[in-house]
């Protein structure tokens, strides 16, 4: 089965920076459309970034463009996040997902994804 494993999670001071990285054992992410989701209690699932099989297309939510990178290493076979400038309100649990296909946009929609990482809790301190 196709179980994307996630690492990285953690405390981390606002202002700082973090990697939270997530793989597909067994299976090449180059195959899927990935994303990365966050929820904070009380919340549903936002989309925050993705990053797409084909051209390696990147899409961010406003929330945070120009502090986090999304990037897809294929020899590594690794996705990461790379959060700086972490505020407050970035504090939830942090889910990667991938949706198998080739797609050259990337997708938004959780419910258009396949698979989903266990989730990795950040939490933001000030």
């Known amino acids: 089965q196709v179980q994307p494993v996630q690492s990285g999670g953690g405390l981390v001071q606002a202002g700082g920076s973090l990697n939270v990285t997530c793989t597909i054992p067994?299976?090449?992410?180059?195959?899927?459309?990935l994303g990365w989701f966050r929820q904070a209690p009380g919340k549903e699932r936002e989309f925050v970034a993705g990053?797409?099989?084909?051209?390696?297309?990147?899409a961010y939510a406003d929330s945070v463009k120009s502090r986090f990178t999304i990037s897809r290493d294929n020899v590594q076979n690794t996705l990461y996040l790379q959060m700086n400038s972490v505020k407050s309100e970035d504090t939830a649990v942090y889910y990667c997902?991938?949706?198998?296909?080739?797609?050259?946009?990337?997708?938004?929609?959780?419910?258009?994804?396949?698979?989903w990482g266990q989730g990795t809790q950040i939490t933001v301190s000030s």
């Open positions: 997902a991938a949706r198998g296909g080739l797609y050259s946009r990337v997708t938004k929609n959780p419910q258009e994804y396949d698979y």
């Open positions: 067994e299976r090449s992410l180059r195959g899927f459309n």
């Open positions: 990053i797409s099989s084909i051209n390696s297309n990147t």
